[in-house]
């Protein structure tokens, strides 16, 4: 547990990955454009992000054609969780600018619980 408690908390310790963890937690399924489109950042360094986020088992993905879909992995450590969900409760106004820049530029975004339904 030590070394999943060590690689979580460098996961968690950058701002674009602590980023990435909260929206996904908020919005439960969404695709590189779009975390690039919330985050403001490049494709290159969100996929290098989610990939080390994955390798960390904090993340599932699942692919639909050309896109992949990303989101919280239900294989995560339970006191994992409950830190996400400490911090996702507590970001309220991260989530709401990250999640406002999807909703302005209208793009179909999932959401984990009923992922065949568009949100917006």
């Not at 963890?21 to 590189?32: A, D, K, T, W, Y």
């Not at 950042?41 to 993905?61: E, F, N």
């Not at 989530?95 to 406002?100: A, H, P, V």
Request: proline share 3%; glycine share 4%; hydrophobic share 40%.
């Amino acid at each position: 547990m030590e070394l999943e408690a060590l690689q979580f908390f460098k996961n968690l310790s950058d701002e674009t990955r602590f980023r990435i963890l909260v929206l996904l937690r908020e919005m439960g399924e969404l695709c590189v454009y779009h975390l690039c489109i919330a985050l403001e950042q490049p494709q290159t360094k969100i996929s290098r992000h989610l990939a080390m986020l994955k390798k960390g088992g904090l993340l599932q993905h699942r692919k639909e054609g050309k896109w992949v879909f990303y989101r919280l992995s239900c294989q995560t450590s339970p006191w994992i969780m409950q830190i996400i969900e400490t911090v996702w409760s507590n970001q309220h106004q991260l989530i709401d600018l990250m999640s406002n820049k999807l909703m302005l530029d209208e793009l179909p975004v999932r959401n984990i619980n009923s992922p065949l339904q568009n949100i917006i």
